[in-house]
């Protein structure tokens, strides 16, 4: 059963979306680790050039900060359009798996084991995108600006202390979970994206971390860093922030995860 507004846009109504997330998880935990992995790949690029374009966009110093950040972030809605229209598996994502091992469709550890595998291949994903980026020159563009920017960037993330990376983890896949499930509920593309912009533009213009654009910004950072030639970003830093934001997206996405299934999977059942 579908809600209608008054515009004639058709989505699911919270109960029905929470049952279609029963079915949406039970579909991903049987997809074979091959084909999981792939499309992870998938996504972890996707997430990558929807944060190199907030980068470019950012690097432009003509715009008043608040407007460079507000624009940064619709940039970075790319990399969720991406995933949510053209097809990926995504790390933060797959967290509202949760919803169907709560139903009992699949065992935790099953979900666990394919969270795994996306991991890695978002790893994979993020890692080839900033290498192609790297040999089209992407750093030296806008006179240096970009990787001026990129450098800046992985430079406070490695830099935040584990309650600040976990803290901001969280925040970050509560929001990004809340645009998946908002985005899923819509029929058309137009639905989806409309649904996606805000908590995407919005955990970005608050400094949020996301796990899998991380994978792509440290990287590209240490690049930066020896391109112009200044002070090393810290391994350890890199490992820590990757670690504690890691932890936190699951925490969040965990959380939105648990709450509708506690509101509404009594609902389905019935």
Known sequence: MMA?????????????TQEAFV????????????????????????VALGASFMLMVRADSTLAPSVSLILGGLAFCLGLFLV????????????????????????MMKMVRKWAVVYAGNAVGALLAAALLLASGFLSMQEG????LAYT?????ASLDPVTA???????????????WMGSAGKTVCDKLAATILPVVSFVVLGFEHSVANMFFLPLGV?????????????????????FVTLGNIVGGAAVAAAYWFVYGRDVRE
């Open 153 to 157: 960037v992985a430079l406070s993330k």
């Open 23 to 46: 079915h949406i998880g039970f579909a991903k935990a049987k997809l074979p680790r091959g084909r999981a992995f792939v499309l992870a790949i998938l996504a972890g690029a996707f």
């Open 166 to 180: 976990f803290a901001r983890g969280v925040l970050c896949n509560v929001l990004v979970c809340l645009g998946v």
């Open 4 to 16: 209608e507004n008054e515009t004639g846009t058709v989505m699911l109504p919270p109960a029905k």
């Open 84 to 107: 949510l229209v053209a097809g990926a598996e995504l790390f933060t994502g797959n967290c509202l798996m949760l919803i169907g091992a709560l139903d009992g469709r699949y065992p």
């Open 145 to 148: 600006s970009v990787g001026e």
């Open 223 to 243: 690049a930066a860093q020896s391109m112009l030639g200044v002070g090393a970003i810290p391994l350890a830093g890199m490992v820590s922030n990757l670690m």
